[in-house]
């Protein structure tokens, strides 16, 4: 209950600014340096149990849930082993196998989500080996996971998550910098990972600065009735999320699409009037992101790139500048601005931003 508003006219600004900090207390004494590893020593496996996981499973609703997505792409890039998220309330109903050699993540902010915990509840009758990585402590799901990681982002209170999310991924960021470490990765790999973790709060702070530039490019697409947001591989759970954001605050209707997947049926809605959010990080994937770009504006659809990278000039009709840190980690920065770009474009328009319509904070309900 002391937890208010202060200088801030609404929950989720400020929970958005809050993020360099929140970052910081999920690193606090996680980081180990000196092996280039993190220490989670709330999951209660030891190096044994670690060793013999085949396979990760996110599990989670909504925002959780494409966090989850993008957990696993890390665990798979880092550790090399099989990973995936579906979300909670999908697993719950349809009879799943569950494998005594994967590692169950179920992954939620109030860890109160009804679905997320009887998906939980289902694991534990079949046996499944699942860790919480929830924010709240003492929650149904925390309690009922008895084992995991919290998210030490601190009370949440805008419908529209922000710094949870953003935990959740560091959080996993360091799971699979965990089970990579007694795979694969080597020394200084995991070095590069574990410098550029701890230099994230201070490149989310450059995100945060750059508001009133994000603020200007959400304006000019305050008009926009349906958006793309386009992504590939590392930054598709990262276009899920930004387009997840500016449905459930603007009421703008978004649809996060796969950009090799473009051509093969969404082009077809492509004109002036429907603008694309393109995520085009600098990695190996680059000038295929710049060549998805150029499809859609043959097409006149309008483009803001979102891009670490320098883009030939020209190409994209707004570039949002997002500050580098190791390619792993990009998605993690890279949805920084998409929800500054919804909360901007929902608040020009004049939608009450810390409540939604026909949205709770966390449903309890079925
Ligand atoms: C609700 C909220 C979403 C949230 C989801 C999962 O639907 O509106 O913003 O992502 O629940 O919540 P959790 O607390 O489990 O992370």
Redesign the pocket.
């Known amino acids: 209950d002391d937890y208010q508003l202060g200088e801030f006219t609404d929950f989720m600004r400020k929970e958005m600014h809050e993020q360099p900090e929140a970052v910081h207390r999920a690193l606090l004494g996680r980081l180990e340096e000196r092996f280039a590893t993190a220490r989670l020593g709330g999951i209660g496996l030891d190096a044994h149990a670690l060793r013999s996981v085949r396979r990760v499973k996110f599990l989670?609703?909504?925002?959780?849930y494409y966090a989850g997505q993008l957990g696993a792409n890390l665990v798979e890039e880092l550790a090399r082993l099989p990973a995936d998220a579906e979300p909670a309330s999908e697993f719950r109903y349809r009879n799943p196998v569950v494998d005594p050699d994967t590692l169950y993540v179920a992954?939620?902010?109030?860890?109160?989500?009804a679905d997320?915990l009887a998906a939980v509840q289902e694991l534990g009758r079949k046996g499944g080996r699942v860790i919480g990585v929830v924010n709240v402590v003492g929650s149904a799901i925390a309690r009922e996971c008895g084992s995991g990681v919290f998210l030490h982002a601190g009370p949440e209170v805008s419908?529209?998550?922000t710094k949870?999310v953003t935990n959740m991924s560091v959080c996993f960021a360091m799971l699979a910098l965990l089970l990579g470490r007694m795979r694969d990765l080597s020394v200084a790999n995991g070095r590069r990972i574990v410098t550029a973790l701890a230099d994230l709060p201070a490149r989310i702070a450059e995100v945060l600065a750059a508001e009133e530039e994000i603020a200007e490019a959400a304006r000019r697409f305050g008009a926009a009735r349906h958006m793309f947001f386009i992504g590939r591989v590392r930054g598709w759970p990262v276009a899920r999320e930004g387009a997840q954001k500016l449905k459930?605050i603007s009421y703008v209707h978004a649809e996060a699409y796969q950009a090799a997947e473009l051509k093969h049926g969404p082009l077809a809605l492509i004109d002036e009037r429907m603008p694309s959010v393109v995520l085009v990080p600098d990695d190996d994937l680059l000038t295929k992101n710049i060549g998805t770009i150029e499809q859609i504006k043959a097409r006149g659809g309008p483009v803001l790139a979102v891009s670490n990278a320098e883009l030939p000039g020209g190409l994209a009709d707004v570039v949002l500048r997002v500050p580098r840190t190791e390619p792993e980690l990009d998605p993690i920065l890279f949805a920084i601005p998409l929800q500054l770009f919804a909360y901007h474009l929902a608040t020009h328009l004049g939608r009450d931003i810390d409540k939604p319509r026909n949205?709770?904070?966390?449903?309890t309900v079925e």
């Open positions: 989670g609703c909504g925002s959780a992954v939620s902010q109030s860890g109160e989500t997320t419908v529209a998550s949870a459930e949205l709770a904070k966390s449903v």
